[in-house]
Every structure is written in structure tokens, then in C-alpha cells.
């Protein structure tokens, strides 16, 4: 480990031995005040804590607030988080060869992921998430979801929205638990839990390990033949492999702790639009380990947290290699205090510094470069490392009147290397009845720039979006509701890296959409639809590059370049999902799910080669059931794209084709 390493490390330790001796007093977590485990559409209304900083139902939130429990995620089937947020307003996920990219409001990386409230960093190249298999849904007790800004609450990268994962605590299994199941793709997975309540203790453990095959895996390896010709021979992908340790627990009802340890490898098989197609490796191994200690006093409550991080990508295109490591420490200190149930006032302060090795200062991989006449196999990428700090104060102020209530907050957030960030919002929450409730949100938030645009000095412009949302939501009884919602961003200094010219200049978009969302309950039968329109009004990405240079008679040097424009791609302009689940028997139920995907722009290859792929449709089906031969033990098959449906999606360098029907079977029990 550096000797930058070391500091962390002292650094976190330091602030837990503040944490230790600061709040040591006997404290109990605050109980929402509004009610919140309510029944409605016949599941419950869980707390969550991501839009404000503390616990409240999504109802009574300052903002557009969605949860997903985990028995919404055993009864559909959902095996990865990408899966999940499929199915839910606004968002698309772009099935990419390297991994899986998140649209959310037609802005794609937009979102900021969370893993019970510490942030899980997309990489200098901002194209590393976890939507695929690098996070196990197998113990995580419910995902919260929050479309718009939140910056002011949660920093730079809450820009068009925040997931939040809520991992399972010792309050929620007793005793032990193991799953095991298998599938197409040579899927295999080994899960185990187990939890413990003492005295002075309290833990949650969990394990899982996983592998899997790419499901289009095969490739060619180039060489050069004797005659000078590229020539591939056929060869076939290895398995993706998955480790994942997690720990969640209390120590004397004050201190509570969150870790994550996990380490994914991920081959692909990735293809231009010429036809090449090559072999890749993604590794991203994510470590973390975080404390909280919270105290009430009266009628305020103080929480001290610190968490630190590490994460390590290292991606390989054919011969390319570059690894990417991060170190982060991060401390807070919030505050809030409630005004004779009609004010809320929440305050508080981070500092967060960051060291990045090897962060990508170049252009990558270039697949074209492999078509040459001297073929470049060992592609070098640039790199370069440096250090980031942040320190931000925020407040925020929500106030009851009545059935309704108004908030306000702001966020100063000072960054070493670039411009201070000023994000703020504003809302207002309106319930005239039972049955009626609307939210109007307008938010600012900001993304961190691009590790090339730091590294280079590059236009310090950073990419800023305003945000609109209004939210009609009714229910007119605990078994129906409809929840509405229009938005409008305006982003500005907007760009994208493109794998021939670098960054683009700074472009300006406007979307605006519609989401729509119908939940119902008949009987032993809960049914849901969505849909999900937009409409985007702004500039093109213009790319630059250097094309080659001139030496002029006198010696002096003139450089040309090559200039070309790249459509702003906001995924598809329409979505529709749908989906039902029939308590069959007292122990057995089946899902079915179905999602429309419009057709998709496309453009490859500094845009000579565009267009848009077909729209497709897709089917889920699974079932469930309990208790089969032995007491709690559970039995779930699951087939994903049922009618093996044949569609191609929008990739880094080429198409991508999607995958065929797949299936699974999961065994598992608990004693």
C-alpha cells in the first residue's frame, strides 16, 4: 500500500476514534412522525431515508420518491439491480458488451448509486456501474429510487437522480439462510446469510459467489499472416466470476456499521460496425467499509459518519490494458431538528478526498486500428493520476402547513480542481384529501467532470441540469393508484468522451417527458403498467481530432483536423411496462412482466455509420413456491425473455445483440 494509502487509513481511523468518544450516548433512532407503514395496492409503504437524510415515507418526502422491496424483487424475479430499475419509471439500461450504462430522463451515467448511503463511483470514464452481476440482490432489503436532482443532500453526480440499496440488517432474518441456484449461460451461484442479536451486538453476514458465461461468447483472435492479412481464429470467452461479502450490524444501539467486499471479473465478447469482434475483461474489484453514530437530543438528532473506499478497474480490449485505482475517504457530520411537528431544519458538512492512479488521460482502444496495414496490437492508453478534495456545507428547511408543506435547501461545495458548485431546490407537497396527493420539485445539480477533463485542464465548465418535476399521485382506495409525473431539464455544458476524438465540446439539451405509473390489487392478483415518453430540443456533440500535420517549407509545422458531429442519445423516446402477480395457492405464485422498447439511434464510427434499431418487446415469466417438502424453504424458476425475442441494442463501438431466453432455477431455505 502507498504512503497515500497509509494516510487514509489513519485518517478513517482517526475519525472513528472521534466518532467512539464524541457520541458514546445513549441514544434511539428517531420513529417517523407521518405513519408511514401504511398498506396501499397491498404491499407496504416502507421507509426511506435517501431524500432527506431521514427516516419518512416516500409519500411525505421532498421529493419523487419510489421503493422497491425486497418482496417485490422474489415475487418478479429480478436477478440483477439493472433488471430492477428496468421496470421502473424513466429509466432504460443500455445492455453494453462491457457492462451495462443507466438512462434516466433521457441523460445516460446520470444517476448516482448508492449502497446504504455511500456512494459507489463509476470510474474516471464515468462507465463502470453496478447493473449487472457486480452486486447481489439476494441480500438486499429494498432499493430506493429518486428521479430529479439531489445534489443539495447528496454532492455532485445526484444529477438526474439517485438509487440508493439498502442492504438487509440483523433486523430482518433470524437465524440462517442459504440459497443455490443455476441456469442458462452456465450459470452458477452459491448464496448464504446469517444474523446474530446480542447484548451489546447485533450483525448481518452475507456471501454469495457466482459464475456465468457472456451469452454471445464467441470471438476471434487477430494476428498477422505471413502475407501481411489480418486473419481471426475462432475462439470462445471464459466465465464471468463473482465474489461478494457484506456486513451490516449495530454495537450498543449507537454505532452502526456497513461493509461491502466484492471483486467481479467480467469477459465480453465486443463488435464494431465493420464486423470485427473481440475479446474483453473488465475487473472491478469495490471495497468498503462505513460508521454512523447518531444520538436524539429533544428535539434534535446529530449523526457523525465516515466511510472509506476502494475500487480498482482495470479493462483489456484485445491487447489494451489499463487499470484505474481509487482511494476515498469521506466524513460528515448532520444535523436536524424538528419545530412542534410543522419544520424540519437539516444542516450538515462533508469532506471527502479522493486519490486516483492511473485515470484514463488519452483515448483507449480503437478497434479500426486493427484493420491497418501494421496493426497495432499493444495500443498504449494514457494515464495520469491526482488527488481531489471536496468540502461542502448544506441546509435544508421543510415546513408543514396544514396539508401542506414547502422545503427549500442549498449546498456550497468547494472542489480542488474545478469551479465551486452552488446546487439548490425547492418544492411544495399539496394532499386536499385521501385520495389526491401533488408534488411540484425544482432542482440543480451538477456531474463531475471526466477524469481527461481534470487531467488536461479542459473547459471547467462542468455539466449543470435544472430540473423540473410535477407529481399528481391518486388513490382512491387501498387497492388502485395512478402516480403522474411531467418533467422538464435544461443541461447545459453537456459532453460525452468518444473513443476517437476525446471529449466533445459542450452542448445544450432540453428534454421533457411524461411518466406514468398504475398499480392495482384485485384479489389474490397485483398488476402494474408504466409508461414512459420523451422529447429532447438541443445541439449536437461536435468531436475534434487531429488529423495529421504538415511540415512547410520554412521548417514550420500546420496541423489539420477533422471535425464531425455526434447525435445526443437519450435511448428510447418511448417505454411501456407492464406486469402481474397471482397468488396461486396459499404457498405458490407466478409473474409474468413485459416491457416495450422503442427504436434506438445509433451512431458509430464519427458518425458514418447511423441510424436506429428496431423496437423489440420482452417477456418474463416465474414462479414461486414456499415450503415445498420442508418448512421455509423456497422454490423459484424464472425464464427471462420467454419468446426469445431477437433484438440489437446501441453499443460503444458497434451493435450489440441482446440476449436470447435464458432460465433459471433457485433452491433455498432457512433455519
Known amino acids: 500500500m502507498t504512503r497515500q494509502g497509509h494516510r487514509h487509513i489513519c485518517m478513517f481511523l482517526l475519525l472513528l476514534l472521534f466518532v467512539l468518544t464524541a457520541s458514546k450516548i445513549d441514544a434511539a433512532a428517531a420513529e417517523p412522525e407521518d405513519g408511514s407503514m401504511l398498506m396501499f395496492v397491498g404491499r407496504p409503504l416502507s421507509v426511506v431515508t435517501t431524500a432527506s437524510r431521514r427516516p419518512e415515507s416516500p409519500s ?67 462507465s463502470v456501474f453496478p447493473l449487472d452481476r457486480e452486486l447481489s440482490l439476494d441480500h438486499v432489503r429494498q432499493v430506493e429510487i429518486i428521479r430529479g436532482p439531489g445534489s443539495v443532500l447528496w454532492g455532485s453526480d445526484a444529477f438526474a437522480g439517485i438509487v440508493n440499496v439498502v442492504s438487509m440488517g440483523p433486523e430482518d432474518q433470524t437465524g440462517t439462510s442459504l440459497k443455490l441456484s443455476g441456469g442458462s449461460h452456465n450459470e452458477k451461484k452459491a448464496y448464504a446469510a446469517a444474523s446474530m442479536s446480542g447484548k451489546t451486538v447485533s450483525a448481518f453476514l452475507s456471501a454469495s459467489g457466482s459464475r456465468h458465461q457472456y451469452h454471445d461468447p464467441d470471438y476471434n483472435r487477430y494476428s498477422v499472416a505471413p502475407s501481411g492479412a489480418i486473419q481471426g481464429t475462432p475462439a470462445e470467452l471464459d466465465d464471468s466470476k463473482f465474489l461478494e461479502i ?60 465516515a466511510y ?19 482511494d476515498q475517504f469521506s466524513g460528515e457530520v448532520l444535523w436536524d431538528r424538528s419545530f412542534q411537528h410543522t419544520g424540519i431544519l437539516t444542516l450538515g458538512a462533508t469532506f471527502r478526498e479522493s486519490r486516483i492512479s492511473g485515470a484514463q488521460a488519452g483515448t483507449g482502444f480503437l478497434p479500426s486500428a486493427v484493420l491497418t496495414p501494421f496493426p497495432m496490437f499493444t ?32 449546498r456550497l461545495e468547494d472542489h480542488s480542481d474545478f469551479s465551486t458548485h452552488i446546487p439548490w431546490n425547492i418544492g411544495a407537497s399539496w394532499d386536499p384529501d385521501d385520495q389526491w396527493r401533488f408534488k411540484a420539485v425544482l432542482g440543480r445539480a451538477f456531474r463531475t467532470p471526466y477524469s481527461q477533463q481534470i487531467i488536461w485542464d479542459l473547459d471547467q465548465q462542468t455539466t449543470e441540469i435544472d430540473t423540473l418535476s410535477l407529481q399528481a399521485v391518486w388513490r382512491p382506495g387501498d387497492m388502485f393508484e395512478v402516480d403522474v409525473t411531467g418533467f422538464y431539464s435544461a443541461v447545459s455544458g453537456a459532453v460525452i468522451q468518444d473513443p476517437y476524438a476525446g471529449i466533445s465540446n459542450p452542448a ?30 438541443g445541439n449536437d456533440f461536435l468531436l475534434t481530432r487531429e488529423d495529421f500535420t ?57 458518425n458514418t455509420v447511423s441510424g436506429r434499431h428496431d423496437d423489440y418487446w420482452l417477456f418474463s415469466a416465474t414462479v414461486s413456491i414456499r415450503d415445498l417438502l420442508f418448512d421455509r424453504t423456497t422454490l423459484r424458476i424464472g425464464v427471462k425473455n420467454l419468446f426469445d425475442a431477437s433484438y440489437t441494442t446501441a453499443g460503444y463501438y458497434g451493435p450489440v445483440s441482446g440476449a436470447g431466453r435464458t432460465v433459471f432455477v433457485e433452491w433455498g431455505m432457512a433455519w
Not at 251 to 267: K, V
Not at 380 to 386: E, G
Open 308 to 326: 472509506y473506499l476502494n475500487q480498482s478497474i482495470t479493462h483489456t480490449d484485445m491487447n489494451t490494458r489499463f487499470e484505474e485505482t481509487l
Open 246 to 305: 457484506t456486513a451490516r450490524g449495530e454495537i450498543s444501539d449507537w454505532l452502526s456499521f456497513s461493509g461491502r467486499f466484492s471483486d467481479f471479473t467480467r469477459n465480453y465478447a465486443a463488435e464494431n460496425e465493420t464486423g470485427l469482434r473481440w475479446n474483453g475483461t473488465r475487473e472491478t474489484p469495490v471495497n468498503h467499509i462505513g460508521l454512523s453514530a447518531d444520538t436524539t437530543m429533544g428535539r434534535s438528532h446529530l449523526m457523525l459518519s
Open 550 to 606: 504538415l511540415v512547410n517549407p520554412d521548417g514550420s509545422l500546420t496541423v489539420f483536423y477533422e471535425s464531425w458531429q455526434r447525435p445526443f442519445g437519450t435511448g428510447p423516446d418511448l417505454m411501456f411496462k407492464t406486469g402481474l402477480y397471482r397468488q396461486v395457492t396459499d404457498t405458490a405464485g407466478v409473474s409474468f412482466t413485459g416491457a416495450y422498447t422503442a427504436d434506438l439511434p445509433y451512431s458509430y464510427s464519427k
Open 60 to 126: 411525505a418526502a421532498p421529493a419523487v420518491v419510489d421503493v422497491v422491496t425486497r418482496e417485490t424483487i422474489a415475487r418478479r424475479g429480478y436477478q440483477t439491480l439493472g433488471e430492477l430499475l428496468s421496470f421502473e419509471p424513466g429509466f432504460y439500461i443500455a445492455p453494453h458488451a462491457q457492462g451495462s450504462t443507466p438512462y434516466l430522463r433521457g441523460l445516460p451515467g446520470s444517476v448516482l448509486f448508492l449502497y446504504n448511503g455511500i456512494p459507489m463511483p463509476s470510474g474516471g470514464t464515468q
Open 379 to 410: 495500443q498504449q492508453v494514457a494515464q495520469s493520476s491526482y488527488d481531489s478534495r471536496v468540502t461542502s456545507g448544506f441546509a435544508q428547511y421543510r415546513h408543514q402547513f396544514g396539508n401542506a408543506s414547502l422545503w427549500a435547501g442549498v
Open 508 to 537: 445544450k439539451q432540453d428534454i421533457y417527458g411524461v411518466e406514468v405509473m398504475v398499480r392495482a390489487m384485485l384479489d389474490n392478483t397485483r398488476l402494474f403498467a408504466g409508461l414512459s415518453a420523451l422529447r429532447y430540443d
